[in-house]
């Protein structure tokens, strides 16, 4: 069963979801995903610090995460 991705989880255990979310942040604009002090942080709070808006980015990578598994 695939694990949901949601706000509060951290970077960390996104990208412990799937590794390739980190380029879904990127095209968002987080370009500090791998940074150490950013695998803490939830996915809400790496949004607020960059001007992001939450729901979105969580669009973009359910979007991606299903694309990638109809493949």
Known sequence: ???KI???MTMGEILGVDP???FVLM?????CVGC???IGESL???CIVHG???DKVLEFIE?????KASK
């Open 1 to 3: 069963m695939e694990k």
């Open 6 to 8: 949601t706000k509060e």
């Open 20 to 22: 390739d979310v980190a």
């Open 27 to 31: 095209e968002c604009g987080m370009h």
């Open 36 to 38: 150490p002090s950013s």
């Open 44 to 46: 809400e709070d790496a």
């Open 52 to 54: 992001l808006e939450v």
């Open 63 to 67: 979007s991606f995460l299903a694309e």
